[in-house]
């Protein structure tokens, strides 16, 4: 087997130092792979106009196999003040590199598992039917599709005549047709039949694979009827494929009440982007938080694995640092996976859940403590000596 290597997106933030930590936990495992570095973040738009340069682009073309850290995203008219001197008035315009990254190399399935490690004191605890308090196990992977829906980018504010009188020939749109100029925004909602089925697919193969009896489609059909319409349609279709796996269908505001009822209950779900994205975070929220929450952007060409949180760029200077590094941890895991080293990726997430059920290296979150500079000395484990008491447990 040819040698791996894998293209490092450190980002802005925490980014570089949750994936410094991840990358000490490989080298603990004896993952045989080079690494190239790869600028990509903030001080790239500050100083290049330009948040994904090309030479970034090249590297993953060539390698296909990315570790992204975090990245820093701000508002259009903040991110346009902070760019240097020589670069305003260009009409260069702030987009997200993660996000135009997966459009690029069609990383249009994303993965993200919330699965729940018993002795994590962030779990999701509710009453019980007898009285006292019981913690469900939770072990849920969303399947969201990736480049499409409403982060497509098809938006304006103040749109061109030509798409206001196209507009014009729906009759819901009349309301609107009399809003001038700055006043009215527009977003698109794109989603395509051929997306929707390869994530309905993707989703009811890790369902057989995994032995799960189930696939959610959770949209809004009965409101957004043609787009989560189409995307029902397309897991309806897939299903047949699959004969032994059941379909279900949800709404995604019903969903996220019953988020808290049954979670257990649930097992793989797929979802348009938007959905996906709010859904998979809701999920997080009751295994631990974004300090847990890992994810994958697959392709037929190339992944890239990252953690769900930000920057959090008023910690990056913080020394110890604090940032709690288990889900870029799991992230890189799941590029084991991939990779088809499935054994080491299964030691690295029993070595996080021995770690965690013993309880006696907690970061600053876990520990439900303020984040800053006194997190270490009321007791929260740093950055490293989390991973260092992963590293021990492999």
């Known amino acids: 087997m040819a040698r791996r290597t894998v293209v490092l997106m450190p980002g802005d933030g925490i980014g570089p130092k949750v994936l410094e930590q991840a990358l000490r936990v490989l080298d603990?495992?004896?993952?045989?792979?080079?690494?190239?570095?790869?600028?990509?973040?903030?001080?790239c738009w500050v100083n290049e106009g330009d948040a994904l340069p090309e030479r970034t682009i090249h590297l993953l073309a060539e390698h296909k196999l990315g570790l992204f850290g975090a990245i820093t995203s701000k508002p259009k008219v903040q991110a346009a003040l902070e760019l240097r001197p020589e670069l305003k008035g260009q009409g260069l315009s702030y987009s997200s590199p993660i996000v135009r990254m997966r459009q690029?190399?069609?990383?249009?399935?994303?993965?993200?598992?919330?699965?729940?490690?018993?002795?994590?004191?962030?779990?999701?605890v509710r009453r019980a039917p007898g009285g006292g308090v019981e913690e469900p196990q939770v072990d849920v992977v969303?399947?969201?599709q990736n480049t499409e829906g409403l982060y497509a980018g098809v938006e304006w504010t103040d749109p061109p005549a030509e798409v206001r009188q196209s507009l014009a020939l729906h009759p819901k749109f009349k309301p609107f047709a009399a809003v001038s100029g700055r006043d009215i925004a527009l977003s698109v909602r794109v989603i395509t039949r051929r997306a929707c089925e390869r994530i309905a697919?993707?989703?009811?193969?890790?369902?057989?694979?995994?032995?799960?009896?189930?696939?959610?489609v959770c949209?809004?059909?009965?409101v957004v009827r043609e787009t989560s319409g189409l995307m029902e349609e397309a897991a309806r279709q897939v299903a047949v494929e699959c004969p032994g796996i059941e379909l279900c269908s949800t709404n995604i505001d019903a969903q996220m009440m019953w988020l808290t009822k049954n979670p257990e209950e649930c097992g793989v779900i797929v979802a348009t982007n938007l959905f996906g994205d709010i859904l998979s975070d809701a999920f997080a929220g009751l295994v631990g938080g974004l300090g847990f929450a890992c994810s994958g952007n697959i392709g037929d060409q190339a992944a890239v694995f990252e953690p769900t949180h930000g920057s959090a760029p008023?910690?990056?200077a913080l020394e110890p640092q604090i940032a709690n590094p288990i889900a870029m941890i799991l992230s890189a895991s799941m590029?084991?996976?991939?990779?088809?080293?499935?054994?080491?990726?299964?030691?690295?997430?029993?070595a996080v859940a021995r770690v965690v059920a013993e309880g006696k290296v907690r970061?600053?979150?876990?520990?439900?403590?303020?984040?800053?500079?006194?997190?270490?000395?009321?007791?929260?484990?740093?950055?490293?000596?989390?991973?260092?008491a992963i590293i021990a447990a492999l």
Not at 201 to 216: D, K, M, N, P
């Open 104 to 124: 690029l190399f069609d990383l249009d399935v994303c993965v993200r598992p919330c699965r729940s490690f018993p002795g994590n004191p962030l779990n999701f």
């Open 363 to 388: 970061t600053y979150d876990m520990l439900r403590l303020p984040g800053g500079a006194t997190a270490v000395a009321q007791g929260a484990a740093s950055t490293e000596q989390m991973a260092d």
């Open 201 to 216: 697919r993707a989703a009811f193969l890790h369902a057989e694979r995994h032995g799960c009896r189930s696939v959610t």
């Open 335 to 350: 590029l084991l996976d991939h990779v088809s080293e499935g054994e080491k990726a299964m030691r690295v997430r029993d």
């Open 142 to 144: 969303i399947f969201r």
């Open 219 to 222: 949209e809004k059909p009965n």
């Open 314 to 316: 008023k910690y990056a």
């Open 28 to 43: 603990a495992i004896s993952f045989d792979a080079d690494y190239v570095h790869a600028d990509v973040g903030w001080a």
